[in-house]
């Protein structure tokens, strides 16, 4: 953790989120960031979030800095070993660490709640920011992965 005054914590996602969490992933900032670059209609995204949080395939945690929600941490299971990671913060609080943070406590929840032995995460090329956020989480370049063309492959292994 930072020695900012402001406090990270992470919570596990609700349905009570969904409104946000698609207000998040449709905002300009956000899927200029993302992988493919699209917006969602409100059909998709709600099943896709019924069933991250219902389900056991994703595992979501709400980003909260001083307690207002300001982003995500996402895992979705790649196999029985591994799964990926996904993290955005809203406008305003990128750059200032809270990502590095974020990232730290949702793959230190995650790594104890789970057996997985690996998170990978697939940034971007382009992305510099992402890229040197995971590697100061602790992330490390990889040879092997499950990112689209276009993307770095970074992991993080269990007991880093």
Not at 53 to 67: D, E, F, H, P, W
Not at 90 to 109: K, L, P, Q, S, W
């Amino acid at each position: 953790m930072s020695t900012r005054a402001e406090t990270i914590t992470l919570r596990p996602a609700m349905m009570q989120d969904v409104e946000t969490v698609f207000a998040w992933r449709n905002s300009p900032f956000i899927v200029a960031r993302g992988s493919f670059q699209k917006t969602v209609t409100w059909e998709e995204h709600l099943q896709w979030f019924r069933e991250t949080v219902t389900g056991s395939q994703r595992k979501m945690l709400i980003v909260l800095v001083n307690g207002q929600p300001v982003g995500q941490v996402r895992f979705d299971r790649v196999d029985d070993d591994t799964m990926a990671i996904s993290v955005y913060l809203i406008e305003g609080h990128t750059g200032r660490g809270f990502g590095v943070d974020a990232i730290h406590v949702g793959c230190d929840i995650l790594f104890s709640d789970s057996s997985v032995a690996r998170v990978v995460a697939c940034v971007r090329e382009d992305n510099v920011e992402a890229q040197s956020g995971f590697c100061k989480a602790g992330f490390v370049p990889s040879g092997t992965g499950h990112c689209p063309a276009g993307h770095l492959t970074l992991e993080l292994r269990r007991g880093r």
